[in-house]
């Protein structure tokens, strides 16, 4: 199931951290954007009919040997290229420019921008700017033909362009918020110098999704898996919205969800949508299994076998079911290096269920990231809370209660963590930020309560903001908001004496606490 915009910008990736959110910035101005691997074969990138071509960052230098590198041709295509970072120096070196080694004058960071020639690229901006700079080569001097548009007082050249070929680079980070006007350079970029429309709308792309469903499907039966969070609600609302009762979803309730959660989908699905649902209440099946378990990896390959057995039963029993709907998102299909898959197999999201079950995947928010996942909810009339839902694992609280779970003690950590997400909704901070939850330790404290002592679990708030969950930094929660928190869970949550935050990123460590 094919997008399919009347324009397209390819982003050809070069190994940097910020690949990803250039095109997510481009899809941000309303133009559809793909990013491909930087030895995507020339022919397939003309097959493509681009609008145009963006060279991202990398951390090699140009001098490696093995550095990564396109087929020259592909600047006499006439199609728009814009390079970044490493896909300036690239040009510059492939044209027959100068690029040398920043040695004591490599730059990173905030770093003063003076633009020398205006050009359509810095198009009502000011003259005198603060960009983000992050590179050890440098540009010396442009290829022929091409003009000086900026610079700093340690890279003469920033910024070059030689308009008759419709080639443009810059040395700084455009698509980080590091450079505030950033989004004005893309958006010159994509509208005057590609001639795009900014047409990529979650409107529209319903509308095209749709279509392509009922393309694919036909009248065959379909089910899906719901799983409470907002990548399987949408998939499954746009494919109801597309064929209506051919399909049927399978909620499994693991007994490891969140306070509220069950009855939120079975309300929104069932209740609001009138959405087929099979409710699978597996608790006691899965509880069961789970006990004595306390190593993590462990709990990971239980909950997931269980959950795939729980799965496969009732789906069997939907004995026309031809197609099985997934919330793969865009990030998946770069990851993945794949093609389109035609049939499960064991890595995909939905937990690994058997290639012989023969079902055909429709994967209708293959093309979209994160946060366009949302803007589709919303348009979809999804709910608010489920909308902007944080991100929840598949084994749920499974690998939050560390150490051996029980229900006693999943119900603590219910209890607790319902009281943060209400918290930080109270204090306006939940959509701000990108993650936050609650754990619950494997070992007790000793505390004090009224003329008592007490030997008490600990709970561990978690709360991060990201971009792009490849890193993550913690949130600076504010003090009353952690105090609030603090004093609810140790006064509400018997068996709870004691509340942690937890300030590290990602890296050195991780999000969750398994």
């Not at 290229?81 to 027959?96: D, E, H, P, S, T």
Request: proline fraction near 7%; include cysteine; charged fraction near 25%.
């Amino acid at each position: 199931m094919e997008p399919t915009p009347t324009q397209n910008v390819i982003v050809l990736d070069f190994g940097a951290q910020y690949s990803q959110l250039i095109a997510r910035r481009i899809r941000e101005c309303h133009v559809y954007c793909e990013l491909l691997p930087h030895d995507t074969p020339l022919a397939e990138l003309t097959a493509r009919r681009p609008s145009g071509i963006v060279l991202s960052g990398g951390p090699p230098s140009v001098y490696q040997g093995d550095a990564p590198s396109v087929d020259p041709a592909i600047y006499s295509l006439g199609i728009p290229i814009l390079g970044i970072c490493y896909g300036m120096q690239l040009m510059a070196q492939q044209l027959g420019g100068e690029v040398v080694p920043g040695g004591q004058q490599r730059e990173y960071g905030k770093t003063a921008l003076r633009v020398t020639t205006p050009d359509t690229l810095f198009h009502g901006l000011s003259r005198e700017l603060l960009c983000w700079m992050s590179h050890g080569d440098r540009v010396d001097g442009p290829p022929p033909g091409f003009a000086v548009l900026a610079a700093t007082e340690s890279t003469p050249v920033a910024a070059m362009a030689d308009p008759s070929r419709n080639l443009y680079a810059v040395q700084f980070h455009p698509e980080v918020t590091h450079t505030p006007w950033g989004t004005e350079i893309l958006r010159n970029y994509l509208l005057r110098v590609c001639g795009c429309d900014p047409v990529w709308t979650m409107e529209n792309f319903r509308r095209q999704a749709v279509r392509a469903v009922r393309e694919e499907v036909g009248p065959g039966r379909v089910i899906c898996g719901l799983s409470g969070g907002v990548d399987s609600a949408v998939a499954a609302a746009l494919v109801h919205e597309a064929i209506g009762d051919q399909l049927t979803c399978i909620f499994v309730n693991h007994g490891l969800l969140r306070q509220g959660e069950p009855e939120a989908v079975r309300e929104t699905f069932a209740g609001h949508f009138h959405i087929p649902l099979v409710y699978v209440d597996a608790e006691a099946r899965f509880l069961k299994a789970l006990a004595g378990v306390t190593d993590p990896e462990r709990k990971r390959k239980v909950i997931g076998q269980e959950f795939i057995r729980v799965f496969e039963e009732e789906a069997e029993r939907l004995t026309d079911a031809r197609y099985l709907v997934q919330g793969t998102l865009y990030p998946d299909v770069i990851e993945s290096g794949s093609g389109k898959a035609a049939t499960i197999k064991s890595h995909h999201n939905v937990g690994g269920l058997p290639a012989d079950m023969n079902l055909k995947l429709v994967e209708p928010l293959r093309w979209l990231f994160k946060d366009e996942v949302r803007a589709l909810g919303a348009e979809l009339g999804l709910p608010e809370d489920m909308v902007w839902r944080h991100p929840f694992p598949g084994p749920g609280l499974g690998i939050r209660v560390l150490g051996e779970i029980t229900r006693e003690r999943l119900e603590i950590l219910r209890y607790a963590d319902a009281i943060v997400m209400e918290e930080l909704r109270r204090g306006g901070l939940y959509r701000e930020l990108s993650q936050a939850f609650a754990v619950l330790s494997n070992d007790r404290t000793v505390g004090v309560m009224g003329d008592q002592r007490t030997y008490a679990y600990f709970v561990v708030l978690r709360a991060v903001t990201s971009e792009d969950f490849m890193t993550a930094d913690w949130a600076r929660i504010p003090f009353d908001v952690l105090e609030r928190i603090s004093n609810r869970v140790v006064n509400e949550v018997a068996g709870v004496n004691r509340l942690l935050y937890d300030l590290t990123s990602k890296p050195p460590g991780t999000i969750e606490w398994e």
